[in-house]
């Protein structure tokens, strides 16, 4: 069986990056999206296992002195990882493999993974990324203000991902997601 490809969905808090996520393997049969683990607190509805696998800090150590992830770095004033064992199974299994992940975490997928796809989801503004992440109601204003400053550090690298995807309008741009996704798979998929 051949090995599937490994796919890196980085951009702003609050550009859309789990609700096109959440579209793209409802569209995408093969695909398969890692679950990473944090060291941040469950938001309401939230599931250790599904949304993250939540950790302790002395967890979290665990995992890096085990070489137990495949990248991770601190974002706000939190840890978060791929665990590795996980997507190589899923890669060996020939699936679409799907990361949610930040910039820094992105660039050290690219070091270790060169083939990987590397896609960056923009908000059409700064003005809608805020209203998008005040929407959400999930932040605190502290919060809020470190992620907007945030965005305009990952913003400032978007030009060096494979492509760059605009979330405006949803359907479209969950469209030119799986487009994009299938087509890198299909030249694996024989
Ligand atoms: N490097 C890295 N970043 C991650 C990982 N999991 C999530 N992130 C990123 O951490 C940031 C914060 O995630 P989160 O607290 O869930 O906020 P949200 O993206 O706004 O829902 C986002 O940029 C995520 O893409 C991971 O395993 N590794
Ligand atoms: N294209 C879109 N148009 C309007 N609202 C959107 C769109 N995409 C996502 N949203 C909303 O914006 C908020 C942030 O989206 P989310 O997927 O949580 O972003 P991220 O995972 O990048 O932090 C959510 O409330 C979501 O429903």
Do not use: C
């Amino acid at each position: 069986m051949r090995r599937g490809n490994l796919f890196v969905i980085s951009g702003p808090s609050g550009a859309g990056k789990g609700t096109l996520v959440a579209r793209l393997v409802q569209a995408v049969p093969d695909a398969w999206v890692s679950v990473s683990a944090t060291t941040r607190s469950p938001r309401a509805g939230e599931v250790d296992g599904v949304h993250y696998q939540f950790k302790t800090k002395e967890q979290f150590q665990q995992l890096i002195d085990s070489d137990g992830l495949l990248e991770w770095a601190v974002y706000g004033s939190n840890h978060y990882g791929t665990p590795k064992a996980s997507v190589q199974e899923h890669m060996a299994a020939g699936q679409q493999v799907i990361l949610e992940i930040d910039v820094q975490g992105a660039f050290q997928i690219r070091e270790k993974v060169p083939e990987a796809h590397l896609i960056f989801i923009e908000p059409p503004s700064m003005k809608v990324l805020e209203q998008r992440l005040r929407g959400r109601d999930t932040e605190t204003e502290e919060v809020i203000q470190q992620r907007l400053a945030a965005a305009r550090v990952e913003l400032s690298r978007k030009m060096e991902y494979d492509i760059q995807l605009v979330n405006d309008n949803l359907d479209e741009a969950v469209s030119q997601l799986v487009s994009y996704v299938n087509e890198q798979a299909e030249k694996t998929r024989g």
